[in-house]
């Protein structure tokens, strides 16, 4: 099932600043990337050690001083905030949204290749190390022949998602339809209580909320997100 939602219904549960969940996933993300947030670090101390050669008073010991303060905040205020508000931007301008509820209907896991490394062996020779990551796969639809297809990093709890069991998700599209271009929020399982998605886009008390608010009046009181 898919209904149709207003812009404002849309924009009520697509926050444009960060959630603490969105947070916490950036620096899931930050944190295996530490070389960026090492080289931030040590741009901003030396920016601050530049300014007090300048001198108290200058103008380009203030610059340097402000620009090292920016530098050392950015990879735990600025970056984040700046990473998050742009693409929950993105998010908000696709025109059209409707709220999905349906069904599982299939899931599997499997290996991807996600980087490749060039080291040298013990003889010498030249080799490619494939780095691969689990991924899970899972397959929704509803009465009507709607179909998405919805691919996470694979994680224990998605173990207990299965065939049949009721789901929710948030989408966006290009028409008004719902069908040209779909791009998916994360996807609430609702029996088990549990979210599937590597990006968060959510305000997702509200979502639940508000999908509560819509199928009681489309489906009838007792049906519950």
Known sequence: MLLELTPEECESVIPLLPTRIQYLAYWSDALNSVGRIITAILVGVALLVLSRAFGEGSFLGAVSFLAGFLSLLYPFLWGPLYTISRRQLAFREIPYGGLFFGQVLSTRRYEVVVEEREKVGEDGQLYIEEVRERQFEM???????????????????????????????LVKAYSRDLRRRPTLSEVYVVKLGEWVG??????REAFLELADELLAL????????
């Not at 009507?144 to 173990?159: I, N, Q, S």
């Not at 489309?218 to 519950?224: M, Q, R, S």
């Open 139 to 169: 397959e929704i639809g509803d009465e009507t022949g709607v179909l998405y297809r919805v691919r996470a990093r694979d994680d224990p709890r998605y173990r207990r998602i299965v065939k049949k069991q009721s789901v929710l998700a």
């Open 218 to 225: 489309e489906l009838g009181p007792e049906v519950k997100a």
């Open 198 to 203: 590597d990006v968060s886009y959510l305000d």
